[in-house]
């Protein structure tokens, strides 16, 4: 691919891809070496040390140097400042695609096109006509499928909420979301074809599933730490002014907890909760906020102060995690069982302590 290229960008692009894989065992190599990621990403944002956003584009200095880097860039921010679009960390990406097992001519269904920059990679590997792509927001879709077209490469590019897949050209060898979910949906299931492997974030890692029967599979987290976008749902305040009024009870589990070793299980035991942190001036943490979409909120300060309201106590959930947990588990040792009625993530093994994700539509 030589269109809108220049022999800057190509040679960076080499270096980038070596980078990423050095000893060649990833056969996506040659598609991020081929593939202008700064065509994809024609400008992003970064934050500034007062958390101000500023814009880069190509006539910027480091523009490309940024852009043919292992860094996840932020392509789009909501009228609040807070990021809805990115393209997601190099290496990351191409852990999930590994994890994929696709090869050509495998149909592969992406959920969370954004640039169209991974649609692009699946597109030049596995064939352009195998790749069914979809984004929630329109003006996203639209951005990435010229983009695709100014690539030659024509996947079909679909407006919608991915969670339902896409019927109409199912059965699909692979699914691959680029947007955290909660679980795996239902139609991913039920538009898999036999021995499909869907690879999604849920929760702060990603799922790789093998799908074994008609609504059934197994699998396992990768051992990368992933923290994607959520999938957009309607996002709710926390209850902290009521949490002041609360009685207060004491704890023996480190605020800090919330946020280093315990989040990826929290993520499976408080699927789509929200936390905050509070720092002194020295940006020592002093407390932590966590709350849920059904209204619970806790506060925990680091003098081991904790207040808890609404319709269930979520310092409890953490509290039974510190217990659980020892150091920091291994995302690897969390396997997950499904059924049409329940998606079941357990750690070490089948009897050890487990969590049931959210029911999937
Ligand atoms: C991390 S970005 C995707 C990165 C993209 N794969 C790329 O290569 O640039 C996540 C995307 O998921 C999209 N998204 C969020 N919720 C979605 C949903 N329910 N269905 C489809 N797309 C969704 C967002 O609009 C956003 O563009």
Request: glycine letters at 8%; a neutral charge; zero cysteines.
């Given at each position: 691919m030589t269109w809108l290229d220049n022999d800057t960008a190509a040679a960076l692009r080499e270096k980038f891809a070596i980078t990423l894989a050095p000893t060649r065992t990833s056969a996506w190599r040659d598609a991020f070496a081929s593939v202008p990621r700064h065509v994809f990403v024609p400008a992003f944002y970064t934050q500034d040390?007062?958390?101000?956003?500023?814009?880069?584009?190509?006539?910027?200095?480091g523009y490309l140097e940024a852009v043919y880097s292992d860094r996840a860039l932020t392509t789009q921010l909501d009228e609040q400042g807070i990021p809805t679009s990115s393209s997601s960390e190099p290496s990351l990406m191409l852990a999930m695609l590994d994890a994929l097992d696709a090869r050509g001519g495998d149909t592969v269904f992406e959920l969370g096109t954004g640039t169209g920059y991974n649609a692009a990679l699946l597109s030049h590997r596995l064939g352009d006509q195998n790749v069914i792509t979809i984004d929630v927001d329109p003006d996203l879709a639209g951005a990435a499928a010229q983009r695709l077209a100014a690539a030659g490469l024509h996947p079909f590019v679909a407006t919608g909420d991915g969670a339902g897949g896409w019927p109409?050209?199912?059965p699909y060898r692979g699914f691959i979301a680029t947007a955290a979910l909660r679980a795996i949906p239902e139609a991913f299931l039920k538009q898999a074809a036999p021995g499909a492997v869907i690879v999604a974030p849920v929760g702060y890692g990603v799922l790789r599933v093998t799908v074994t029967a008609p609504g059934h599979g197994t699998g396992w987290f990768l051992p990368t730490p992933a923290h994607f976008m959520p999938r957009r749902?309607?996002?709710v305040a926390p209850a902290f002014d009521a949490a002041l009024e609360a009685e207060p009870t004491t704890t023996a589990t480190a605020p800090g907890d919330v946020l280093g070793r315990l989040r990826f299980p929290l993520s499976l035991a408080l699927p789509g909760h929200t936390t905050c942190s509070w720092r002194g001036e020295d940006g020592e943490l002093t407390a932590v906020g966590i709350w849920t979409e059904d209204g619970a909120t806790a506060t925990a300060h680091v003098s081991g102060t904790v207040r808890q309201v609404g319709p269930r106590r979520l310092w409890d959930v953490i509290e039974t995690l510190a217990e659980t947990f020892a150091g920091e588990p291994q995302r690897q040792e969390f396997h997950v069982n499904i059924?049409?009625?329940?998606?079941?993530?357990?750690?070490?093994t089948p009897d050890g302590p487990?969590?049931?994700l959210p029911?999937?539509?």
């Open positions: 040390a007062t958390g101000a956003w500023e814009h880069i584009g190509p006539g910027d200095p109409e050209r199912a749902t309607p996002s059924t049409p009625t329940r998606q079941t993530v357990w750690y070490r487990a969590w049931d029911q999937p539509r």
